[in-house]
């Protein structure tokens, strides 16, 4: 009989399987893939056919942009006119596979995420700081192929650096992120 523990130390630290496992998880970089719009499509189009409420959806982060490296987790903003109406209509994307966040760290959002499919599900009032910042990021990233090359090098080179540490893989390429952000 094989021994599977229900737990790892780490630094000592008690950790339960599942988060250690979270924690340690190989982190993946994709080429882009031209599969990546139409996922987002598909994901968009159940999403509106069964919110009930007023929702604009994009396709936002790197699988949004033509020849970025991406985890292979498509990224959606979705944009309403109140955000406190979500909390009512919830379920509708509960019904879909997702698991709803809350804030989950960003205040005035409400997160839901796939794993089936790796999805991120962003909801922002339309007049949220975060909805021109998401979607200023894909426009200025789309029409700079160099910008691209250097975010693929960067991302390259992090994933070298930090195959299976996303924190530190994030915290790393945020100083690409902000400069962007200034440009804005």
């Keep these: 009989m094989a021994f599977a523990p229900s737990s790892l130390i780490l630094a000592n630290n008690f950790l339960p399987l599942n988060e250690a496992l979270e924690h340690y998880r190989v982190m993946y970089l994709f080429p882009h893939s031209d599969n990546w719009k139409s996922e987002f499509e598909n994901e968009k189009n159940s999403i509106i056919s069964s919110y ?4 604009e959806i994009f396709h936002i982060g790197s699988t949004a942009i033509k020849g970025l490296y991406a985890k292979d987790c498509i990224d959606l ?4 006119p109140n955000i406190s109406e979500v909390s009512t209509l919830k379920q509708s994307i ?9 804030e989950y760290g960003i205040s005035g959002r409400e997160y839901f995420s796939k794993k089936q499919r ?4 962003h909801i922002f009032q339309s007049e949220d700081e975060n909805v021109v910042k998401h979607l200023n990021f894909v426009k200025v990233m789309e029409h700079n192929p160099e910008l691209i090359i250097e975010l693929n090098q960067i991302k390259q080179d992090l994933h070298v650096k930090h195959p299976n540490d ?19």
Aim: hydrophobic fraction near 40%; glycine fraction near 12%.
């Design 52 to 55: 009930g409420g007023d929702i």
């Design 77 to 80: 903003l979705g944009v309403v």
């Design 94 to 102: 509960i019904n879909l596979g997702y698991v709803y966040k809350g």
């Design 118 to 121: 790796k999805v991120h599900f």
């Design 166 to 184: 996303k924190e530190s893989y994030q915290i790393e390429k945020e100083f690409f992120y902000n400069r962007i952000n200034k440009v804005l």
